[in-house]
């Protein structure tokens, strides 16, 4: 193994939390390929520069809390990033239920102060439903929570 190749990628790792899949990539861009890839990935493992649960964890913390994204959208782009079921489950253990609960009345409550010019209830409602939901949020939690703050 090449030890110049293996500290690049092991700074690559420390950098910020990546997916088996980002460093391979990375890796065959650098030219390395076959065994030596899946040596160094291996290795990397081994030493705790990567580890697909912490990658889920921070990536479902980050994207919930900073992009506001919901559960089902988190879960969509962990799938998409080949992390396993179990990874996806452990990242999305990270958000408590109230913490959720919370996010979607924090949401519903910034959209209603965009649409107080909105007269029509129905109409208000739709469209907060359709932003929650466009985010990731479970369409029932969503409707519960709007039928809650606008009493309908």
Not at 117 to 123: A, D, P, W
Request: charged content about 35%.
């Amino acid at each position: 193994m090449d030890t110049a190749i293996l500290k690049k990628a092991a700074n690559y790792c420390v950098y910020q939390e990546r997916t088996h899949q980002e460093v391979r990539k990375k890796l065959s861009e650098w030219k390395v390929f076959g065994d030596e890839t899946e040596e160094i990935v291996t290795w990397l493992i081994t030493e705790n520069y990567l580890n697909e649960e912490r990658y889920a964890k921070s990536f479902a913390g980050g994207k919930f809390r900073v992009k506001n994204w919901g559960k089902l959208k988190i879960n969509f782009e962990l799938k998409a990033r080949r992390i396993s079921a179990y990874c996806i489950k452990s990242g999305l253990a990270e958000i408590t239920n109230e913490e959720y609960q919370e996010k979607i009345d924090f949401l519903i409550n910034k959209k209603m102060a965009e649409l107080e010019l909105l007269e029509n209830q129905f109409e208000k409602s739709n469209k907060i439903f359709r932003h929650l939901t466009s985010k990731g949020f479970e369409p029932e939690l969503v409707n519960e929570r709007i039928r809650k703050k606008l009493k309908l």
